[in-house]
């Protein structure tokens, strides 16, 4: 338990920086460039990915010694793919709300309240499946992924 708790904290300490990167770039997109927040967060989102798939992968989970690096990273692709996806609809669907309601969603405290929320969950399927599908210490002597 106290493995997991320290891994834990080190993929929130991950998790903060690419939050600042991915907040970062999204605002920025949207505020200085005018690009739409869910294309923004899209964008955004995906630069994070690559810098968390990079430090997680050095700092938080143990490498798998039956995958190789490239089945890693596909791995990590397709898990982050599908939080890009959760990422997008949570946007989508907080500018669906907000416009409902006559609110202009892209005004800066909207969009990204929106965003912390779909960046919580968003986290929450990052840790779960990369612990499940990359963490050495999550496979069994014959390689599959096991559920701790």
């Known amino acids: 338990m106290n ?36 294309f923004a967060s899209a964008i955004s989102f995906t630069f994070a990915a690559i810098f968390n798939y990079l430090a997680s992968m050095r700092y938080v989970f143990i490498h798998r010694e039956d995958l190789s690096k490239t089945r890693e990273f596909i791995i990590f692709f397709v898990l982050s793919v599908v939080g890009l996806i959760l990422n997008s609809l949570i946007m989508w669907a907080g500018e669906f709300v907000f416009t409902a309601v006559g609110v202009n969603y892209a005004n800066g405290p909207y969009y990204v309240g929106v965003k912390v929320v779909a960046t919580g969950l968003v986290m929450v399927w990052n840790f779960v499946s990369r612990k499940i599908w990359l963490d050495a210490s999550s496979s069994n002597e014959a390689g599959a992924p096991v559920v701790q």
């Open 3 to 38: 493995k997991l708790l320290a891994q834990i904290v080190k993929f929130g300490i991950v998790g903060v920086v690419a939050t600042f990167v991915d907040f970062g770039i999204m605002i920025a997109l949207h505020e200085w460039l005018g690009i739409n927040p869910i």
